[in-house]
């Protein structure tokens, strides 16, 4: 079993929609979960980290973290083309921040 | 914008050449990483380095070697490419201590034919 599954998609959704993007894991070592953002051609930039169980906002981004079912969503409202990327979703653990990522989802946002 | 570099973006180079990948951050990060990517697969962590002198083996095996002479260089090599090297390498960087970002460079697209 991968220790990070993610549907791969692809996603495509007309502009305006809320996009619902989602990973399962199955380490219970994971401390912390991340999600990236990944153009064409260009390498991951992050979007959001969490710590612990609960929801993060940041803007039109909202990040779920559930421990107890293992289960890490991303909420993307009001989409926009310009989110049209491959989201990656990772956990991680301890200082030396080895992170393990799902294999990403193919997001096309459509004008 | 994150300050980490690669060269070259792009790269065909004939089996059984030797081929070095270079990133370079201007961050002063102690920890620097390399992943091997693949179209619609994860990441791999292949080699990783907290400091100076110091490097380690990720978690999915590869024929590459690293070297950590400076802070902020961390080159990766291969003795003898093989089309099986085929991939996208990114190298990535982070400073020390939980809730520090990790910044990825653009990555480097190698194909061995």
């Known amino acids: 079993q991968k220790e990070v599954e993610q549907d791969p998609g692809p996603l495509s959704v007309p502009e305006g929609a809320i996009v619902s993007l989602n990973c399962t894991y199955s380490?219970?070592?994971?401390?912390?979960f991340m999600w990236y953002r990944q153009y064409s051609r260009k390498g991951p930039e992050l979007l959001m980290y969490?710590?612990?169980?609960g929801n993060k906002e940041d803007g039109r981004f909202t990040a779920q973290v559930d421990k107890s079912s293992k289960y890490i969503s991303l909420f993307i409202r009001d989409s926009q083309p310009s989110d049209s990327a491959t989201y990656l979703c990772?956990?991680?653990?301890?200082?030396?921040?080895?992170?393990?990522f799902g294999k990403g989802t193919l997001l096309t946002v459509n004008p | 914008e994150a300050d980490i570099y690669q060269t070259p973006r792009y790269l065909v180079i004939g089996t059984g050449k030797k081929i070095t990948l270079e990133c370079s951050q201007t961050?002063?990060?102690?920890?620097m990483y390399w992943y091997q990517q693949d179209p619609g697969m994860e990441l791999h962590l292949i080699h990783y380095?907290?400091?100076?002198?110091?490097?380690e083996k990720g978690d999915l095996s590869s024929e590459s070697t690293v070297s950590r002479i400076r802070t902020e260089h961390f080159p990766l090599t291969l003795e003898s490419a093989r089309p099986s090297h085929t991939s996208q390498y990114l190298c990535?960087?982070?400073?020390?201590?939980?809730?520090?970002?990790?910044?990825f460079g653009p990555g480097t697209r190698l194909t061995v034919t």
């Open positions: 990535a960087s982070r400073a020390g201590g939980l809730g520090n970002e990790q910044y």
């Open positions: 380490n219970s070592a994971f401390q912390y």
């Open positions: 969490t710590y612990s169980s």
């Open positions: 990772a956990g991680g653990r301890g200082s030396n921040y080895k992170l393990t």
């Open positions: 961050m002063g990060h102690d920890k």
């Open positions: 380095s907290y400091g100076v002198n110091s490097t």
